[in-house]
């Protein structure tokens, strides 16, 4: 429908959509038509703007006020900024939005991606094995190193007699495979992919997800270690069915065509598609439970072969999977979500069908029905209907033996219909006071804003949704970093004076009890417009400062081109409140010790406070500097972390000291 489609119906003789046009004659095509005034697509994309209008930027806040709490949603607060660009997340959230609008549900899944080849790390782990006690008893122990594990996560051991002591040691079975440092990517999913628990939890409360996908073999022998054959080929006796088609041939539309679907020579828009065809992959993802003993269960498997089957590789999930669903909007006792399409494309066909029959009675006024007399002696032949032609007979007592039937005029009424139907077709779509125009010549901007803001209330439910199911999608992140990242990883960004800073990401980050939040709130529907003019007027209120200083001025300008205008309007942070703390209590120090009668030892106590935070900040620049220079060297990165981390806590302490001995 969304790309013209819209007279195409199903046949259950051919078992294929059919476009109406084709059953129709070469003479019928001379007058017959059937037009697309396309409103469908405008509403689309109109719809789609909308909602990707304020493209989402995962933020953390601490959920406490403990400054260790802030300190962790700082650092959150920079590795998920980083890893949101590095996934292209926004283009997927795009193409997400796009199967939300049409569908009423679309879907994002997180992944780990093992494509670093320059952070790639020998496969082993820890294993256990039945060795004897003290006793000669079997005893499942935990083998004192680590061993080589194959890609379906066997190890690769055997117990032998140690040569010199004669005590069962594990001696490795092979050379350990180097495997890629992994990643977190993102890719959405259409609703033919997914299925869940058949119930009306919310997703993320449901037992277990499913989803299907496809893979080259080659792919599945790279990732599994386990030869297939294909079961969706190019040149099969069977063509491809709706879901291939969708995704790899030439979509929906292939099947009116009439042609044999199969699939293209194009691998999701790029490279080629394998010789021997691809291989459908289904995915079952469980919640923890006594049946799985409560380590919850991913299944990995082919039409033929089981590729995995055991633990979830990610025990910190708070859902079945790290696949989180989107919905338009909810109805009750529906398991899936619904779209405003729902009830347009019967007013798109009708309106359709109005304009056909006011061109086909456009083209009886224009080539008329001719009404001859028998006895005319006009045959078809002799008869064309061309200007200027000249006819023989045809006349009887001077009156000509033929005429033109002419076809009454369409009624008013008939027009007011058709008006009716698209009036109602644009406010069931939401579309009126949404495009931006004045609803009149001289209209002020405040009245403007608030319309568009009263417009924008018919997408709040979606947008809320939306935010939910991004601040869980960054809980799976956090589920899947923890795994991910078991070694040290240095990150580049840059700051707040665009100078490249570096961040290590150590695994103690994902231990213990997190008390930061996600805040994804740019998914609220408010233009960059109006986010920028909420900060102007904080500005003219002296949020930042004097507003004619020039200085205050140079803040403010950075801020109209922060893509994250929400977090704009914080007064600048810990460093900058503390700044601007210790301003104020410089500019009052003297009157201060003369109330409190301060000693000449506060004095000099608060003097060698300011030099050793001097010293500290100094220090610690240089170590931003060395963490730079080491980034390859794990082991050095980590020492360096160690000792960054205790020169930022001793600057703290020491700036707290200084503050509360200058109160």
């Not at 041939?249 to 009116?256: M, P």
């Not at 200083?549 to 950075?558: E, G, N, S």
């Amino acid at each position: 429908m969304l790309a013209g489609q819209q007279w195409d119906v199903w046949s259950d003789s051919l078992e294929k959509f059919i476009d109406i046009n084709s059953l129709f004659s070469d003479e019928e095509r001379l007058w017959k038509q059937r037009p697309v005034i396309n409103l469908l697509t405008y509403w689309y994309m109109l719809t789609h703007a909308r909602l990707t209008e304020n493209p989402p930027i995962l933020t953390f806040q601490p959920a406490t006020a403990d400054r260790i709490d802030a300190m962790l949603a700082e650092t959150y607060d920079t590795v998920f900024k980083t890893l949101w660009n590095d996934t292209h997340a926004p283009e997927v959230v795009d193409r997400m939005m796009a199967w939300l609008v049409a569908t009423g549900t679309s879907y994002i899944k997180s992944y780990p991606s093992y494509d670093d080849e320059a952070a790639a790390q020998p496969r082993i782990g820890p294993a256990s094995a039945q060795l004897p006690d003290e006793f000669g008893e079997p005893q499942d122990m935990e083998l004192a190193e680590p061993v080589p594990y194959s890609a379906q996560g066997e190890p690769q051991f055997e117990i032998q007699p140690h040569p010199e002591t004669g005590e069962p040691v594990a001696v490795p079975t092979a050379e350990p495979e180097m495997e890629n440092g992994a990643d977190i990517a993102v890719c959405e999913l259409n609703p033919l992919q997914v299925r869940g628990e058949w119930n009306q939890k919310p997703w993320h409360e449901k037992a277990w997800h499913m989803h299907k996908d496809y893979f080259s073999p080659a792919i599945i022998q790279q990732r599994w270690g386990v030869e297939v054959e294909p079961d969706t080929t190019i040149n099969g006796a069977h063509g491809p069915g709706y879901l291939e088609r969708l995704m790899f041939s030439e979509g929906h539309y292939g099947a009116i065509d009439g042609k044999k679907s199969t699939l293209n020579d194009g691998q999701f828009g790029v490279g080629a598609v394998p010789a021997d065809g691809y291989v459908c992959v289904y995915e079952l993802w469980e919640k923890p439970n006594p049946d799985n003993e409560m380590q919850g269960r991913l299944c990995i498997t082919t039409d033929s072969v089981v590729l995995y089957d055991g633990p979830r590789p990610f025990p910190k999930l708070a859902g079945a999977s790290p696949i989180r669903r989107f919905q338009f909007v909810g109805l009750p006792g529906r398991p899936a979500g619904t779209t405003p399409m729902e009830f347009l494309v019967p007013l798109q066909q009708t309106y359709n069908r109005g304009w056909a029959q006011e061109l086909e009675h456009r083209s009886l006024m224009t080539n008329p029905m001719i009404l001859v007399d028998d006895h005319a002696s006009i045959d078809d032949e002799q008869f064309e209907a061309v200007p200027g032609q000249f006819i023989q007979g045809g006349m009887s007592g001077g009156q000509p033996m033929l005429s033109a039937f002419e076809m009454p005029t369409l009624s008013a009424d008939f027009y007011k219909t058709q008006d009716r139907i698209k009036d109602a077709f644009m406010f069931l779509g939401n579309v009126t006071g949404t495009e931006g125009s004045a609803p009149t010549d001289d209209a002020s901007g405040e009245l403007v804003q608030q319309l568009r803001a009263n417009a924008d209330r018919f997408i709040g439910p979606t947008a809320r949704g939306l935010v939910n199911e991004m601040a869980r999608l960054a809980e799976d992140w956090l589920a899947l970093l923890s795994v991910l990242w078991d070694q040290p990883k240095l990150l580049t960004y840059a700051g707040d004076d665009q100078v490249p800073q570096t961040i290590a990401v150590t695994p103690e980050l994902w231990s213990g009890t997190v008390n930061a939040v996600p805040d994804v709130e740019s998914m609220i529907p408010e233009g960059r417009g109006e986010k920028q003019a909420r900060v102007i007027q904080l500005w003219q209120m002296g949020w930042f400062g004097d507003p004619t200083d020039p200085r205050t001025q140079a803040k403010v300008a950075p801020m109209m081109r922060f893509p994250n205008l929400n977090r704009a309007a914080l007064p600048g942070g810990v460093d900058e409140y503390l700044a601007r703390r210790a301003a104020s209590v410089t500019a009052s120090v003297d009157q201060r010790r003369q109330a409190k009668g301060d000693t000449r030892a506060s004095r000099k106590e608060l003097t060698r406070l300011e030099r050793e935070i001097a010293r500290l900040e100094k220090r610690e620049a240089a170590l931003h500097d060395e963490l730079a220079t080491h980034a390859t060297d794990f082991s050095k990165v980590a020492s360096l972390d160690a000792e960054l981390r205790a020169v930022v806590a001793e600057r703290e302490a020491a700036e707290e000291a200084w503050l509360t001995l200058s109160e």
